[in-house]
């Protein structure tokens, strides 16, 4: 996992039977993988910190 102070890249491994399974499961990981570390590892994620004016 690399991180910068806006953004969160991940890499994973995984296989499939085949193009179209392999494509699904890619879509699959990618839909429910932010919203799992949200609930279960919210630090593990960046912040961006916004400043209001006085």
């Known amino acids: ?23 699904e499961l890619r879509c699959r990981i990618r839909e429910r993988l932010i ?4 609930e279960r590892l919210p630090e593990s994620l960046p912040r961006i910190t916004v400043d209001r004016p006085d």
């Open 1 to 23: 996992m690399d991180t910068t102070p806006s953004t969160i890249v991940v890499r994973t491994l995984m296989t499939a039977r085949n193009a179209s399974d392999a494509f």
């Open 35 to 38: 919203p799992y570390l949200r």
